[in-house]
């Protein structure tokens, strides 16, 4: 029987392979890089252990993507859950790379149980930690093997990748760089090596075709790296791929000029290659490497915004807070005002343009005075629209500067909308059209309206697109309205008369805060996600007060910064797993999972 690799030897687990009959019947065979080792729903019949290379696991639901649970490494069990439970295996899980794996056939586990209580003692534990890993931190075992290969005609991709090396070990860790030089190395080097470094990036050029079918297999996942400024060309999946693309694992990297102002036809190298998630990187422009560091080692910050009417003015204050603090926004997402504010800070907007553009758009007049005879809604929308044309222009999703995502609430399916492509200002229009106050977007034959109607808060949807930490701004829990807020004006000429009647009447009022309220399971959930709540204090602003503006700023501002203060440690770190060197100087190395239900007990 060979070594079990990362397992302390005094453990129960360990002693389970010491076990007579374990030793005897346990089964040692290869899995090939992309192959199915068993499947959600099949009967569970075996206990597996990760001897070489790595497994993954993912979980389908009905009308949703696949959902990545986390990492299987060497010295870790798989499928322990439905087997000690006595049901079919809830998760697909294949082999990342070419792997080899350990199967203990279920009576042999359940003997040596039976002589080690230790054995199941441990399991459970195990199972317990990854449980609430994966409800309530992400992913088990976060991704440290990254593959970067060349499409279309980027040039040599190296130097790039190289220079992220860099950029990873300025924050701490060890990294290094692996091209065709290693085509010819034996299984066990490539797990020696992953086993000594933090991160490994290995990278394939255009030209090297042996070598680049073999990285998408020997990788958690890949990124492939083109031309931003040249057309695509049609590319598909690439050779190896096939896996991490069907599972979401397929990122594009865009090489842009330096001092570019904004990217061009972005889409169409999403449509050509696939990818799930789209960088941006300038030549030269040091921090969009720092960006990519940051995502590549789980310190990448989402920043989530609520919708909320014109209290969602104060997620410009609390963007303020964290710039002044140099907190790092790399991915951004909201519903409802929340993506409007949302969608500026990844066009690229700084504070004076943040503010000059609201005022433009919703403060220094409403946006929601052109009133319509209400077949639809109270308003012709006409002005949101024609506003959000001046601002956002023809400008697509894939084109931004961060990874952006909004939702809209989809009457016709009855489920959320995710917008994570296409136009910008159309995405934004579905998202902030409240039912009875502005007429719906549509989709083809789908009716959408305002994002908040379903999720107001998808704090949640950001946890599934990035591992690092995730700041959320709330500003729905404050005292919404009152009987006063809805009263019958007592003169209607009076409210005519004193403008009043430019932010509507207060029905309005009652449409946006029904609009915005959300279940308790739902807020739970969403703010389960998030590793920093921010709650401005904006119970005394109207929720269709559009010239509230300074106002929920400073709310937001104050609440930014008094949670800020409240921290231990950046913003950044909040997720950070400790390094090779950490864990050594702490006097002892942990397997790669046992470094995460450390942090996760924590």
Known sequence: MANLPDIPVDSALARLFRHPRTQAETIWFSVPGGQKLFG??????????????????FRREAGQESQFLGIIRPGEPAGEMALIGGVPHSADVYALRDSEVFAVP????????????????????????????????????????????????????RPLVERIEREIQALGYQATTIGAEAASAPTEWFSEVERVHDYVLYVA????????????????????????????????????????????????????????????????????????????????????????????????????????????????????????????????????MGAIVAAGLAMGWDQVEMDRRLHQAFVDTSPLDDIALPLLAMTHGVKVSERLHTHFGETQIADLWLPFYCLSSNLTTGAYQLHRRGSLRHSLRASIALPGVMPPATDGQNVLVDGAVMKNFPADIMRAAQAGPIVGVDVTTSRSITADDVARPSSVWRWFWSGQWRNGPPIVSLLMRTATVSTGRDLAAAREATDLLIQPDVSKIEIRDWGAYDEAVEAGYKATIAALDKLTRPISQLRRRQSLREQQAAGAVMTPFMASVHTAAE
């Open 40 to 57: 959600q729903g099949d009967a569970s019949d075996m206990l597996f252990v990760v001897r070489t290379g790595r497994l993954g696991a």
């Open 106 to 157: 279920k009576d042999v586990f359940f003997e040596a149980c039976d002589a080690d209580g230790g054995v199941m003692t441990e399991l459970a534990r195990l199972m317990i930690l990854r449980t609430r890993q994966t409800a309530r931190r992400g992913p088990v075992g976060d991704p440290s093997v990254f593959g970067f290969v060349a499409v279309g005609r980027p040039g040599p991709i």
């Open 205 to 336: 050029e255009r030209d090297e075709t042996a070598w680049a079918p073999f990285v998408p297999r020997q990788v958690d996942r890949l990124f492939q790296v083109a031309r931003g400024d040249r057309p695509p060309q049609t590319q598909g999946s690439p050779p190896g791929a096939a896996t991490l693309q069907e599972q979401g694992l397929v990122d594009l990297l865009l090489v842009q000029p330096a001092g570019l102002e904004r990217p061009s036809g972005s889409e169409a190298w999403l449509d050509s290659t696939g990818a799930q998630r789209i960088f941006h990187v300038r030549r030269g422009h040091d921090p969009d490497f720092a960006r990519l560091a940051r995502v590549i080692t789980g310190q990448s910050v989402g920043l989530v915004l609520s919708g909320g009417g014109a209290r969602a003015y104060a997620h410009v204050g609390a963007i303020r807070a964290l710039r002044e603090r140099d907190v790092p926004l790399d991915f951004v997402g909201g519903s409802s």
